[in-house]
């Protein structure tokens, strides 16, 4: 049980997809420049991570190893978050347009966002059963979404700041979002 609660907090800590791993940066910063698309951005992540890493160690454990298509391991994947993102999108296009609508480009982008199929990746090299792949991917997609928000946080006190004009907008954010990833870093000093 120790080692399941060590994989998600190293996961969304230690290893934070965003600030330590530098993938899916750019929906992060995207997305980040309101509390409520990045909150939105986040759940719509958990799910598609936390799902996609189950069905991704699902289909490598029991089709692709077993029939020595390792190699199409990346194109599975792919294909997997794909279709997870198409069901995304449509249950947000129908339940709640306007976060679908605050979303916009970045919701699709889901399926690009290296970040999800990293974790996917990382799972099989990691040697994860499934119950390891499922909380590495809830971990991953925690972590991704504590960034978010707090980014989000940062940049709506931003706003209110005097900043340098040569440091407003993109500048400024570059290094708040830098900061937090020296922040960060001191997550990778615990021992469990």
């Known amino acids: 049980m120790t080692s399941l609660i060590l994989i998600v907090i190293g996961s969304a800590l230690i290893h934070n997809v965003v600030l330590n791993q530098f993938l899916g940066i750019c929906s992060f910063l995207g997305v980040s420049k309101q509390m409520k698309a990045s909150a939105s951005l986040g759940a719509a992540v958990i799910f598609v ?71 996917a990746l990382t799972n099989v090299q990691e040697g994860y059963n499934f119950i390891e792949c499922v909380l590495s991917g809830f971990g991953t997609a925690l972590g991704y979404t504590i960034a978010i928000v707090l980014l989000a946080s940062i940049r709506s006190r931003i706003k209110e700041e005097d900043i340098p004009a040569s440091l407003r907008g993109a500048p400024i954010v570059l290094i708040a979002a830098a900061l937090m990833s020296i922040a960060f870093m001191g997550f990778a000093g615990l021992s469990f």
Do not use: H, R, W
Request: hydrophobic share 55%.
């Open 49 to 119: 991570i936390t799902i996609a890493s189950g069905v991704a160690s699902i289909l490598y454990d029991n089709v692709l190893k077993p029939l020595g298509m390792d190699y199409m391991k990346t194109i599975v994947f792919i294909l997997v978050i794909a279709a997870l993102v198409q069901i995304v999108e449509m249950f947000l296009k129908k339940k709640s347009p306007a976060i679908y609508k605050a979303l916009g480009i970045y919701l699709p982008l889901i399926t690009t966002n290296c970040a999800v199929l990293g974790v």
